[in-house]
């Protein structure tokens, strides 16, 4: 069973900002595209970001022009700057590819 580990997560007030990190095996990393998901209690998990190993980025309409994926590949790392944080972003957050398991996530709290 093969996860990544994420990283970063916390308590912020609205309108704040939280950096998440991702870090997984090197021989999985940098043969596939990277993604964020995330999980509100209750609701299913949905794609927030993505990231090909070339760079080219997509973003759930949810999270347009306040997240941006980016990846490290020299430190097997993908990061996932969150701007402007809403309440209604508040989940726990994993990271994922297609060789990978689901992880623990990291919580991401957002107060009003």
């Known amino acids: 069973q093969v996860q990544f580990v994420e990283s970063g997560g916390g308590l912020v007030q609205t309108g704040g900002s939280l950096r998440l990190s991702c870090v997984g095996p090197?021989?999985?990393?940098?043969?596939?595209?990277m993604g964020w998901y995330r999980q509100a209690p209750g609701k299913q998990r949905d794609m927030v970001a993505t990231?090909?190993?070339?760079?080219?980025?997509t973003y759930a309409d949810f999270v347009k022009g306040r997240f941006t994926i980016f990846r490290d590949n020299a430190k097997n790392t993908v990061y996932l700057q969150m701007n402007n944080l809403k309440p209604e972003d508040t989940a726990v957050y994993y990271c994922?590819?297609?060789?990978?398991?689901w992880g623990q996530g990291t919580q991401v709290t957002v107060s009003s």
């Open positions: 090197e021989n999985l990393f940098k043969i596939d595209g």
């Open positions: 990231i090909t190993p070339a760079g080219v980025r």
């Open positions: 994922k590819n297609s060789y990978a398991d």
